[in-house]
């Protein structure tokens, strides 16, 4: 019999995220990573443009990360967090205290961006409960994406992802993302709705999965103010955003008037383990401090506080925290401008939009539609096929790179996505 390849071993057995598994072609199978680049069984490398699904923030297999995780795993694995606490859960709370909005006083984790969503969320319901107040209704945003459990989904952007559940979901009011047009009605609607919400939640300055569809800080304050003004809480859901990945630490940094919730993934652990952080004023959690045991909040996950993912996170956080990392992220950012005014305007392009380390890149759809509809596989193809890994949104490619990105590594990708515009 022959030995099978480790993509062919996949496929008898795997069911891939976000994937038809009928039509699919082969996985990649990846075996080793090193600074922004994965690298194959049979030796090709990918130099990775969006961070491995935007988590990977410091590049792969990073010796720094890798060193603080190894002496973890020798110390404590992990341990029961209810009744028990450990050395690095609390280093990674304070550390993050430090940085995020001082308005923000407690760390709840939990295990990923969705289940941050999901205890922000039920953190709010159950803030108007305990007080015997009937608030029950979320506002979101059109084209938000806050994760695929069934809290993060009913919050997030009615979809074909959530169609199939779609009776299922709880109800949450849409509205688009502010503009100089849409302020004022914005406005207006939350002045006369507000009180049947308990939470309005937004990912600060750019919705990622809905296609990188950018807005300006200045109209999500008003929003932001408006809230509360009707005692709304704003949850921040800055699972993409946060840690340097719009140019500050956090978007919400750009604003303000501060959330009284954050949620974390993605980038926290530097994309080593998978670790999800729910934050909050010292307000909300008072309103969980009672003799009625009843108004505690429920919530918890085995793997609460894994010591081995807070251990990841602390030293991605000191990695963070670096100023050759900030000097990085800069550099990115200018980088990325003058590609965007090189390339603006250019026929086949709709839009080309950036905010911080991430630059989007709008193809036009116009003309026939069969062609258009095979656009996002052909792309992907072609630059996979150059080496780069970057998956467009249908038809919006964008690049959210590793901040250990060389100038040259982007200038490469830059020449392929302007060879992609005149061939694909
Ligand atoms: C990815 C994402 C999530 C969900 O995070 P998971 O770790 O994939 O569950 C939530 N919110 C935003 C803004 C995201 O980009």
């Given at each position: ?14 069911w ?57 795993l020798?110390?404590?694995?992990h ?125 600060p ?41 719009t140019g ?59 010591p081995?993912?807070?251990a ?41 939009r ?69 061939e694909?």
């Open positions: 019999m022959a030995v099978q390849g480790l993509s062919e071993r996949d496929q008898a057995v795997i891939h995220p976000y994937t038809q598994m009928k039509s699919a072609p082969a996985p990649v199978p990846i075996v080793r990573g090193e600074g922004p680049y994965l690298i194959a069984e049979d030796g090709k490398k990918y130099l990775d443009a969006v961070s491995s699904w935007w988590v990977n923030i410091h590049g792969h297999a990073h010796p720094y990360i890798a060193e603080k995780v190894s002496a973890q020798r110390t404590l694995e341990a029961i967090f209810a009744g028990f606490t450990h050395p690095v859960a609390v280093d990674l709370a304070e550390g993050l205290l430090r940085i995020l909005p001082p308005n923000q006083s407690r760390i709840f984790y939990s295990d990923n961006g969705s289940t941050a969503v999901e205890v922000a969320l039920k953190m709010c319901f159950q803030y108007w409960s305990n007080r015997g107040e009937e608030r029950t209704k979320v506002l979101a945003f059109r084209n938000s994406y806050h994760g695929d459990t069934f809290g993060a989904m009913a919050v997030s952007a009615r979809s074909a992802f959530t169609a199939p559940f779609e009776n299922l979901l709880f109800g949450v009011e849409y509205i688009d993302t502010p503009c100089p047009a849409n302020i004022a009605g914005l406005k207006a609607f939350i002045a006369e709705h507000g009180s049947s919400f308990s939470s309005f939640i937004y990912e300055l750019i919705q990622g999965s809905g296609g990188m569809l950018m807005y300006e800080a200045q109209y999500l304050d008003e929003l932001i103010a408006a809230c509360r003004e009707q005692r709304i809480f704003a949850i921040a859901d800055e699972v993409m955003t946060g840690f340097g990945r500050k630490l956090f978007a919400s940094e750009y604003l303000r008037n501060q959330p009284d919730i954050v949620c974390l993934s993605k980038g926290l652990t530097g994309g080593t383990m998978a670790l999800g952080v729910t934050s909050c004023t010292a307000e909300i959690y008072e309103a969980f401090l009672s003799d009625d045991r009843l108004k505690t909040l429920f919530h918890g996950h085995s793997f609460t506080a894994n081995v993912a807070c990841a996170a602390l030293a991605s956080l000191d990695l963070t925290m670096q100023p050759a990392t900030m000097e990085n992220i800069s550099r990115i950012m200018d980088s990325h401008a003058r590609f965007a005014a090189r390339i603006k305007g250019h026929p086949r392009l709709k839009d080309v950036q905010t911080g380390t991430i630059i989007a890149f709008e193809w036009e759809t116009a003309g026939d539609s069969s062609y258009f509809s095979s656009l996002r596989d052909r792309l992907y193809n072609f630059f996979l096929e150059a080496g780069i890994i970057l998956r467009p949104l249908g038809n919006i490619v964008y690049i959210l790179p590793p901040y250990c990105i060389s100038n040259e590594q982007l200038a490469y990708v830059y020449s392929k996505i302007e060879q992609a515009l005149e694909i």
